[in-house]
C-alpha cells in the first residue's frame, strides 16, 4: 500500500464485515477483531459472558479498553500487548484508582 514495510492495523470498532471491507478499502493490511469474537464457541469466555457481549447493543459505549478486569482474572498481557476490552459495569470506574494504587506501590516499592 505504499508504507514499505510498515503495516497498517486497523482496530478498535469493526465488530462486522462491512467495518473489515471498509478498512481493507481504506488502505489497511490487516483488522483486529477481538471483542467480536470473544463471544465465539471457541472462545475461553462463560456462557454468561458471551451473552452478556451479544447483548451489548453499542459497543462504543457499552464496552472500553482496560487493564483492570485483566488483572482481577490473572491476565497480565493479551497476546497483542494491547489492554482488553471489556463491559462497562459498576466495576470499571474503579480502574482509575487501582492504577493509582499500582503507581503509589511502584514507587514506594
Not at 483486529?32 to 469474537?37: A, F, I, K, P, S
Not at 464496552?63 to 497480565?76: K, Q
Not at 471489556?86 to 516499592?109: D, K
Amino acid at each position: 500500500h505504499g508504507y514499505g514495510s510498515v503495516m497498517v492495523v486497523a482496530a478498535d470498532g469493526v465488530s462486522d464485515g462491512r467495518g473489515l471491507a471498509a478498512a481493507l478499502t481504506l488502505g489497511a493490511d490487516a483488522v483486529v477483531m477481538g471483542t467480536r469474537l470473544a463471544a465465539a464457541t471457541e472462545s475461553v469466555y462463560s456462557s454468561t459472558q458471551k451473552m452478556a457481549l451479544v447483548e451489548a447493543t453499542d459497543g462504543a459505549k457499552s464496552t472500553t479498553l482496560g487493564r483492570f478486569h485483566d488483572a482481577l482474572n490473572g491476565v497480565e498481557e493479551h497476546s497483542s500487548g494491547l489492554p482488553g476490552r471489556c463491559l462497562v459495569t459498576r466495576s470499571t470506574g474503579l480502574e482509575g484508582e487501582w492504577i493509582l494504587t499500582e503507581e503509589n506501590t511502584t514507587r514506594e516499592g
